[in-house]
């Protein structure tokens, strides 16, 4: 359920965007985003920090795009979320003695640490990726086009590129009787 908590702003900007136009679904996609950062602060009692950026990143970029009708700001959030990811993950390189992706999964899975490392550079590259193939998409096609890119290519992609994870992730986990129970 969690998970499609987190994909409600992007299914609302598209639908909204069908049938009511860019401006109508930025107007949306804020409102949604604000909506999710104070579900997120009932639950949690706090707010986290990358939630927080796509939020204001949101609201501002998206503000943008409202006053002054110009749907590029909108379409920039995603390159700079993207962008704010790909660095994060490949940040952690260097800062800390576990990478985000173990962080993030090693409670889950057991993996050697130059697994860890290219799983997690894997994914930095993935989120730079992302992002620019996102500014081409910007310059290069209409905003039609830009929206069915965010909605089907981005989730596609996404999706396949999990899949691809789970399978070479699969070849590497060590097994660990504690993390089993």
């Known amino acids: 359920m969690a998970a499609l908590f987190e994909f409600l702003p992007i299914v609302l900007f598209f639908v909204v965007y069908k049938l009511e136009g860019i401006y109508v ?14 579900v997120s602060w009932l639950r949690e009692h706090k707010i986290k920090k990358m939630p ?7 609201v501002v970029l998206g503000g943008i795009t409202i006053a002054m009708h110009d749907p590029v700001f909108i379409k920039w959030k995603f390159s700079v979320v993207e962008w704010l990811f790909g660095l994060v993950f490949l940040s952690s390189h260097f800062i800390g003695k576990k990478t985000l992706a173990e962080r993030a999964m090693n ?15 894997t994914w930095s590259l993935f989120f730079l990726m992302l992002g620019s193939v996102n500014t081409w998409v910007i310059y290069n096609l209409t905003t039609e086009q830009w929206v069915d890119f965010k909605f089907y290519g981005v989730l596609g992609a996404t999706f396949l590129f999990v899949i691809g994870q789970v399978i070479w992730l699969g070849r590497h986990i060590e097994m660990n009787p504690e993390k089993e129970s």
């Open 107 to 121: 409670s889950q899975i057991s993996l050697p640490a130059p697994i860890w490392a290219r799983l997690n550079l």
């Open 52 to 58: 927080l950026i796509v939020t204001i990143l949101a």
């Open 25 to 38: 679904a930025t107007g949306v996609l804020i409102v949604v985003s604000l909506i999710q950062l104070g």
